[in-house]
């Protein structure tokens, strides 16, 4: 992977933000806050783009699930930052459809994660739209390639600044920025499910996973080239991952009539 110009980066991103809000004719941004790296960016580059006055930042845990630790570190990234938040539980809404789904069941992790996610965004929304804002996502190109984001979900979003930048360099970009180390260094996890992790998940690293993805995708090099550099298990892996997800980075396929 090529070297990156951070303060270049930086500056590009934040140019993104506000142009894009400007010219939807928004007042502001609502931002997803996790307590993990990608939304703390997010919000980092978010509130230089349009101040901290038009940021809003939600937090969303679910009882049982959400680590403390995370919610803590979302709240002091909000006062480091010095934008409103609001904190809200997602448990008695997420109670609400078994209570209501005949079918619902407790095992189906996946299923019940992209409903977590689901919900999250439609709270998101709600607040963009009595607000006149912005939903502004927090997935990295990473995440994106290999479709680690829910449909509708996490992935609904106006509009995704850091998109174009491996987890890896979100990593660079947030020391650049002074986002603390603790959120940095976590170890990364969407929080759908207890002891839930994005590595876990993926079945590789997020260093060797964004080396694999920019020599298949950004120097458009051979499977079997790349296969010659990194485990043939990992390439296969993430390739299956980038095909089976590729649904969701189109617009949904209408007939040519």
Request: glycine share 8%; with cysteine.
């Amino acid at each position: 992977m090529s070297q990156i110009d951070y303060p270049a980066i930086k500056d590009e991103l934040v140019t993104f933000i506000s142009s894009r809000v400007v010219e939807s004719g928004a007042y502001g941004a609502v931002i997803g806050l996790s307590g993990g790296i990608d939304s703390t960016l997010t919000a980092y580059l978010t509130v230089e783009a349009l101040g901290q006055d038009k940021v809003l930042g939600l937090l969303l845990p679910e009882r049982g699930v959400t680590q403390e630790q995370d919610i803590d570190d979302a709240i002091e990234i909000t006062r480091i930052l010095g934008i409103e938040h609001k904190i809200i539980e997602i448990s008695p809404v997420l109670r609400s459809y078994s209570a209501v789904l005949p079918d619902f069941d407790d095992t189906k992790l996946s299923a019940n994660g992209n409903l977590k996610a689901r919900t999250r965004m439609c709270i998101l929304y709600y607040y963009a739209n009595i607000m006149n804002r912005m939903v502004v996502g927090t997935g990295n190109k990473t995440e994106l390639l290999l479709g680690y984001f829910t449909k509708y979900g996490d992935g609904g979003v106006d509009i995704e600044p850091i998109g174009g930048l491996y987890k890896t360099r979100v990593r660079e970009l947030a020391r650049h920025m002074g986002v603390p180390s603790r959120i940095i260094d976590k170890i990364p996890t969407a929080g759908l499910w207890p002891g839930q992790t994005d590595e876990g998940e993926l079945g590789v690293s997020y260093e060797a996973a964004d080396k694999i993805l920019s020599m298949l995708v950004d120097e458009k090099r051979e499977i079997f080239e790349v296969k010659k550099v990194f485990s043939p298990v990992h390439v296969d892996r993430l390739v299956a991952l980038m095909r089976a997800s590729e649904h969701k980075r189109m617009p949904p396929p209408s007939p040519q009539i």
